[in-house]
């Protein structure tokens, strides 16, 4: 059974660091690989998608990269700013049931001004 | 691009009441749809997922039902509401191999 862990499951920083949000699956045969930001109340936006192919995926300070063969994927926020402050989640696709995606628990994520 | 509709922002009903929470997409054909619930500092639990019309799958066995009666319109609903029921429910949909989006999510307190 597909588990997926995120670590650490809260992070405070000060405004402008660099910081990297792990992801962790146990199981390597997966369709694809997504990173979700959550604001409190609201639902889920789609932040990247990395295919199975693919080692990673780059939007604006945003990096993602995926080691399948590891079961590792991480989340690269350069110079943060606290209008990152959220909730990160990772989510895989799983080969075994690819209709059903399976969700970490997520990183809480503050950035103090 | 794709996005999904989903209403009302906020439900507060009494136990026992029915149940009716609608989604709707737009920009795809032939989506995957799904109903997850997230209680509070809780992870996503998948309720129901469809691949087609008349198509439901349900995960957790429970008070709630699931129906899609037309290919971009999924729908949550209940006979009689428990407190239990009570979280915050995200609809999201997405095409094979694509992004998943989600909706803004209906608040629902059962009381």
Known sequence: KQEVTQIPAALSVPEGENLVLNCSFTDSAIYNLQWFRQDPGKGLTSLLLIQSSQREQTSGRLNASLDKSSGRSTLYIAASQPGDSATYLCAVAPMEYGNKLVFGAGTILRVKS | ?111
């Not at chain 2, 920009?27 to 998948?46: E, F, H, I, V």
């Not at chain 2, 995960?59 to 428990?82: G, H, Y």
Request: hydrophobic share 35%; with cysteine.
């Open chain 2, 1 to 111: 691009s794709q996005t999904i509709h989903q209403w009302p922002a906020t439900l507060v009903q009494p136990v026992g009441s029915p149940l009716s929470l609608e989604c709707t997409v737009e920009g795809t054909s032939n989506p995957n749809l799904y109903w997850y619930r997230q209680a509070a500092g809780r992870g996503l639990q998948l309720l129901f997922y469809s691949v087609g019309i008349g198509q439901i799958s349900s995960e957790v066995p429970q008070n709630l039902s699931a129906s899609r009666p037309q290919d971009r319109q999924f729908i949550l609903s209940s006979k009689k509401l428990l407190l239990s029921d009570s979280g915050f429910y995200l609809c999201a949909g997405r095409e094979v191999g694509s992004p998943l989006h989600f909706g803004n999510g209906t608040r629902l307190t059962v009381t």
